[in-house]
Protein backbone atom coordinates (compact mmCIF):
# COMPACT_ATOMS: atom_id res chain seq x y z
CA UNK A 1 0.00 0.00 0.00
CA UNK A 2 2.78 2.79 0.87
CA UNK A 3 5.21 1.53 -2.65
CA UNK A 4 1.45 2.46 -4.03
CA UNK A 5 0.87 5.86 -2.61
CA UNK A 6 4.95 6.22 -3.40
CA UNK A 7 4.31 5.59 -7.36
CA UNK A 8 1.10 7.99 -6.96
CA UNK A 9 2.62 10.64 -5.90
CA UNK A 10 6.20 10.16 -7.77
CA UNK A 11 3.47 10.31 -10.74
CA UNK A 12 1.71 13.70 -9.58
CA UNK A 13 4.99 15.28 -9.41
CA UNK A 14 6.32 14.00 -12.28
CA UNK A 15 3.15 15.84 -14.13
CA UNK A 16 3.84 19.02 -12.45
CA UNK A 17 7.20 19.05 -13.26
CA UNK A 18 5.63 18.86 -16.68
CA UNK A 19 3.25 21.41 -16.82
CA UNK A 20 5.82 23.44 -15.15
CA UNK A 21 8.46 22.97 -17.95
CA UNK A 22 4.96 23.33 -20.46
CA UNK A 23 4.47 27.52 -18.99
CA UNK A 24 6.02 29.52 -21.38
CA UNK A 25 8.86 32.76 -20.96
CA UNK A 26 7.06 35.50 -20.74
CA UNK A 27 10.03 37.67 -20.16
CA UNK A 28 11.41 35.88 -23.46
CA UNK A 29 8.84 36.01 -25.51
CA UNK A 30 8.44 39.93 -24.49
CA UNK A 31 12.24 40.29 -25.61
CA UNK A 32 11.32 38.77 -28.66
CA UNK A 33 8.28 40.61 -29.51
CA UNK A 34 10.55 43.70 -28.50
CA UNK A 35 13.74 42.61 -31.07
CA UNK A 36 11.21 41.71 -33.44
CA UNK A 37 9.96 44.90 -33.52
CA UNK A 38 13.22 47.15 -33.29
CA UNK A 39 14.16 45.31 -36.13
CA UNK A 40 11.37 46.49 -38.30
CA UNK A 41 11.58 49.69 -37.52
CA UNK A 42 15.65 50.63 -36.55
CA UNK A 43 16.51 48.31 -39.95
CA UNK A 44 14.01 48.61 -42.23
CA UNK A 45 11.11 51.42 -41.82
CA UNK A 46 13.72 54.24 -40.75
CA UNK A 47 16.52 52.98 -42.77
CA UNK A 48 17.59 55.11 -46.22
CA UNK A 49 17.04 52.14 -48.39
CA UNK A 50 15.01 51.56 -51.47
CA UNK A 51 11.44 49.83 -51.52
CA UNK A 52 12.70 46.82 -53.04
CA UNK A 53 15.39 46.55 -50.43
CA UNK A 54 12.89 47.03 -47.68
CA UNK A 55 10.46 44.36 -49.29
CA UNK A 56 13.65 42.02 -49.10
CA UNK A 57 14.51 43.11 -45.41
CA UNK A 58 10.94 42.79 -44.29
CA UNK A 59 10.28 39.46 -46.04
CA UNK A 60 13.57 37.53 -43.78
CA UNK A 61 12.27 39.52 -40.92
CA UNK A 62 8.53 38.18 -40.91
CA UNK A 63 9.25 34.77 -42.57
CA UNK A 64 11.23 34.43 -39.85
CA UNK A 65 9.24 36.12 -36.95
CA UNK A 66 5.62 34.56 -37.81
CA UNK A 67 4.61 30.66 -37.79
CA UNK A 68 2.47 31.09 -41.39
CA UNK A 69 2.47 27.75 -41.27
CA UNK A 70 0.55 27.63 -38.03
CA UNK A 71 -1.28 30.65 -38.79
CA UNK A 72 -1.99 28.80 -42.43
CA UNK A 73 -3.38 25.79 -41.25
CA UNK A 74 -5.62 27.48 -37.92
CA UNK A 75 -7.29 30.76 -41.05
CA UNK A 76 -8.07 27.65 -43.55
CA UNK A 77 -10.08 26.53 -40.48
CA UNK A 78 -12.01 22.81 -41.40
CA UNK A 79 -11.29 22.92 -44.95
CA UNK A 80 -7.40 22.45 -44.08
CA UNK A 81 -8.62 18.53 -43.16
CA UNK A 82 -10.19 18.28 -46.33
CA UNK A 83 -7.45 19.94 -48.47
CA UNK A 84 -4.91 17.68 -50.58
CA UNK A 85 -1.46 17.76 -49.73
CA UNK A 86 -0.54 19.96 -53.23
CA UNK A 87 -3.91 22.29 -51.46
CA UNK A 88 -1.86 22.59 -48.72
CA UNK A 89 1.44 23.39 -50.08
CA UNK A 90 -0.32 25.90 -52.43
CA UNK A 91 -2.12 27.73 -49.84
CA UNK A 92 0.49 28.15 -47.28
CA UNK A 93 3.02 29.70 -49.88
CA UNK A 94 0.38 32.42 -51.78
CA UNK A 95 -1.03 33.11 -47.75
CA UNK A 96 2.86 33.78 -46.48
CA UNK A 97 3.55 35.75 -49.21
CA UNK A 98 0.75 37.54 -49.58
CA UNK A 99 0.64 38.84 -45.93
CA UNK A 100 4.44 39.54 -46.03
CA UNK A 101 3.58 42.02 -49.23
CA UNK A 102 1.02 42.95 -47.28
CA UNK A 103 2.83 43.98 -44.06
CA UNK A 104 5.75 44.82 -45.44
CA UNK A 105 3.76 48.24 -46.71
CA UNK A 106 1.85 48.35 -43.90
CA UNK A 107 4.66 48.84 -41.50
CA UNK A 108 5.53 52.41 -43.17
CA UNK A 109 2.69 53.16 -40.82
CA UNK A 110 4.84 52.94 -37.63
CA UNK A 111 7.39 55.67 -39.46
CA UNK A 112 8.84 57.86 -36.98
CA UNK A 113 6.89 55.41 -34.18
CA UNK A 114 7.79 53.37 -31.59
CA UNK A 115 6.33 50.51 -29.26
CA UNK A 116 5.28 50.90 -25.70
CA UNK A 117 5.55 47.49 -24.05
CA UNK A 118 3.16 46.91 -21.32
CA UNK A 119 4.09 43.57 -20.20
CA UNK A 120 2.04 40.20 -21.09
CA UNK A 121 -1.05 38.37 -20.69
CA UNK A 122 -1.43 34.70 -20.11
CA UNK A 123 -3.11 32.43 -23.27
CA UNK A 124 -5.95 29.57 -22.97
CA UNK A 125 -3.85 27.94 -25.38
CA UNK A 126 -1.04 25.93 -24.46
CA UNK A 127 2.44 27.34 -24.94
CA UNK A 128 1.26 30.69 -26.04
CA UNK A 129 1.25 33.85 -24.12
CA UNK A 130 -0.02 37.50 -25.28
CA UNK A 131 2.55 40.60 -25.11
CA UNK A 132 0.81 43.85 -24.27
CA UNK A 133 2.00 47.16 -26.69
CA UNK A 134 0.52 50.59 -27.63
CA UNK A 135 1.82 53.02 -30.30
CA UNK A 136 1.64 56.56 -29.53
CA UNK A 137 -0.42 58.17 -32.06
CA UNK A 138 -0.51 62.18 -33.24
CA UNK A 139 -4.21 62.25 -32.00
CA UNK A 140 -6.66 60.32 -29.62
CA UNK A 141 -5.35 57.49 -27.52
CA UNK A 142 -2.33 55.03 -28.64
CA UNK A 143 -3.36 52.10 -30.66
CA UNK A 144 -3.42 48.85 -28.93
CA UNK A 145 -1.23 45.90 -31.00
CA UNK A 146 -1.54 42.42 -29.23
CA UNK A 147 0.86 40.06 -30.10
CA UNK A 148 0.31 36.38 -30.10
CA UNK A 149 3.11 34.38 -29.37
CA UNK A 150 3.49 30.33 -29.65
CA UNK A 151 6.82 29.04 -27.63
CA UNK A 152 8.14 25.82 -29.40
CA UNK A 153 11.51 23.56 -28.28
CA UNK A 154 12.26 27.21 -26.67
CA UNK A 155 11.86 29.28 -30.41
CA UNK A 156 9.53 31.52 -30.19
CA UNK A 157 6.74 32.53 -33.14
CA UNK A 158 4.06 35.46 -33.71
CA UNK A 159 1.23 33.43 -34.13
CA UNK A 160 -1.75 36.41 -34.45
CA UNK A 161 -1.78 39.77 -34.18
CA UNK A 162 -4.26 41.99 -32.58
CA UNK A 163 -4.88 45.37 -33.33
CA UNK A 164 -7.80 47.34 -31.28
CA UNK A 165 -9.14 44.15 -30.50
CA UNK A 166 -9.33 43.14 -34.02
CA UNK A 167 -7.35 39.37 -34.68
CA UNK A 168 -5.93 39.42 -37.67
CA UNK A 169 -5.98 35.46 -37.62
CA UNK A 170 -9.69 35.22 -36.76
CA UNK A 171 -10.67 37.99 -39.80
CA UNK A 172 -8.82 35.77 -41.93
CA UNK A 173 -10.42 32.63 -40.88
CA UNK A 174 -13.53 34.20 -41.21
CA UNK A 175 -13.17 36.01 -44.38
CA UNK A 176 -11.65 32.68 -45.81
CA UNK A 177 -14.50 30.31 -44.50
CA UNK A 178 -16.66 32.09 -46.08
CA UNK A 179 -15.51 32.63 -49.60
CA UNK A 180 -14.93 28.82 -49.70
CA UNK A 181 -18.75 28.15 -48.95
CA UNK A 182 -20.12 30.63 -51.15
CA UNK A 183 -17.55 29.51 -54.54
CA UNK A 184 -18.26 26.21 -55.90
CA UNK A 185 -14.49 25.59 -56.67
CA UNK A 186 -13.56 25.67 -53.26
CA UNK A 187 -10.60 25.90 -52.11
CA UNK A 188 -8.65 26.16 -55.07
CA UNK A 189 -10.58 28.72 -56.02
CA UNK A 190 -9.67 30.69 -52.99
CA UNK A 191 -6.06 29.98 -54.26
CA UNK A 192 -6.36 31.37 -57.21
CA UNK A 193 -7.86 34.53 -55.74
CA UNK A 194 -4.95 35.16 -53.19
CA UNK A 195 -2.69 34.86 -55.85
CA UNK A 196 -4.26 37.67 -57.91
CA UNK A 197 -4.48 39.70 -54.68
CA UNK A 198 -0.68 38.85 -54.57
CA UNK A 199 0.07 39.99 -58.09
CA UNK A 200 -1.68 43.02 -57.41
CA UNK A 201 0.56 44.30 -54.87
CA UNK A 202 4.02 43.32 -56.29
CA UNK A 203 5.63 45.73 -58.75
CA UNK A 204 5.78 44.59 -62.72
CA UNK A 205 9.70 43.43 -61.96
CA UNK A 206 8.08 41.31 -58.82
CA UNK A 207 5.03 39.78 -60.70
CA UNK A 208 7.12 38.29 -63.46
Not at 3 to 31: F, H, N, P, Q, W
Not at 54 to 78: E, M, P, S, T
Amino acid sequence: MKKSLLTILAAVLCLMSGAARAEVDAKAAEKFIKDTTATGIEQIINANISQTEKDKRFYKLLNDALDLNFIGQFVLGRNWRTANAQQRKEFIAVYRDLNIATWSKRFNEFKGRSFVFKGTTPSSSKGQVFVNSEVPMDQGEPAQVLWRVREKNGSYKIVDIVIEGVSLAQSARSEYTAFIKNNPGGVDALIADLQAKLKAQQTPAEAK
